[in-house]
């Protein structure tokens, strides 16, 4: 799959099938994905779990698990957490008011292998100034199960497209 940003709150991965647009929902080829529950379009799997400010997606994305937060980064239920399983890419919205400790405790949480900060730019720099991370803006991402990190967690900051 291919990510690219279309704007600083909205990312687009496009895989052989499906155009799958993440911006406060999902959106799956011309299919509205708003809320809890379990949906499968264009052989993508997608699992909407409720929390106290938003429904937060589990997308199975060429056999690629992406987490996305479309508001802010929050603490996750332990049942959620174990229902999730394996999260190899993690997608979180950063709000203006966004603290790396909140960010860092999610990741913690899911361990995943791939982080994509998105929103608030400046929330966004501070992150990756206090992770120690690459702040280097690319154009796009290409992913695949074969291609995920083993070792090293890798954060990718994708240039918006607007």
């Known amino acids: 799959m291919i990510i690219t940003r279309n704007s600083e709150h909205a990312l687009e991965f496009k895989t ?24 499968d379009v264009a052989k993508v799997s997608v699992i909407g779990f409720p929390t106290k400010t938003q429904t937060v997606y589990l997308l199975a994305v060429d056999d690629v698990t992406v987490c996305y937060f479309s508001v802010k980064p929050e ?11 394996n999260v190899e ?24 292998n791939v982080v994509m900060p998105i929103g608030d730019k400046g929330a966004v720099e501070k992150l990756m100034q206090t992770s120690g991370a690459d ?18 967690r890798q954060m990718i900051v994708l240039k918006s497209g607007r």
């Open 16 to 39: 052989k099938e499906a155009a799958i647009k993440v911006n406060t929902d999902v959106v799956i080829n011309d299919v509205k994905i708003a809320g809890p529950g379990e949906y």
């Open 89 to 112: 890419m993690l997608v979180v919205t950063l709000c203006a008011d966004t603290t790396p400790e909140e960010v860092v405790n999610l990741i913690n949480a899911l361990e995943p």
């Open 135 to 152: 702040n280097t803006e690319i154009d796009s991402y290409k992913i695949t199960k074969s291609t995920l990190p083993a070792d090293d």
């Open 75 to 85: 603490k996750l239920a332990t049942d959620v957490i174990e229902k999730m399983g």
